[in-house]
């Protein structure tokens, strides 16, 4: 086939560009929309990143104003624990003088 013999008339050059410009302007509009959603969703993901970070800073405040209270509250109780153990280890010293000394009594 011999393309140099082949001479289109201008009215197929103006239909041939166009159908070209308009098959151009859809696929861009393609391009677009998809672009603008990518942009879309980009957003979304960065509000819920911002919104996990702010939460994470609120439960890590929460957590250094708990720590004290959490440490004041163990400190009492290992307060009254010891205060419980001497308590027990004195009964037990009483309870075995008392038991000494009733074993050294002489039965009447």
């Known amino acids: 086939m ?11 050059l103006r239909l041939v ?4 410009g308009i098959l151009i302007s859809v696929l861009l ?8 959603q990518q942009g879309d969703a980009s957003k979304a993901l ?14 890590q405040m ?6 004290p209270v959490i440490d004041n ?3 009492e109780h290992g307060q009254k624990i010891e205060d419980h153990e001497n308590r027990i280890t ?3 010293t009483w309870h075995e003088k008392v038991s000494r000394n009733e074993r050294k009594r002489p039965a009447n």
């Open 29 to 36: 509009a393609v391009v677009g929309y998809f672009l603008r």
């Open 46 to 59: 960065t509000d819920a990143v911002n919104k996990l970070r702010t939460a994470v800073e609120v439960l």
């Open 73 to 75: 509250s163990l400190k």
């Open 17 to 20: 560009v166009w159908l070209s």
């Open 2 to 12: 011999n393309y140099a013999s082949i001479n289109p008339d201008l009215e197929s």
């Open 90 to 92: 004195k009964i037990e």
């Open 62 to 67: 929460q957590g250094t104003l708990k720590y």
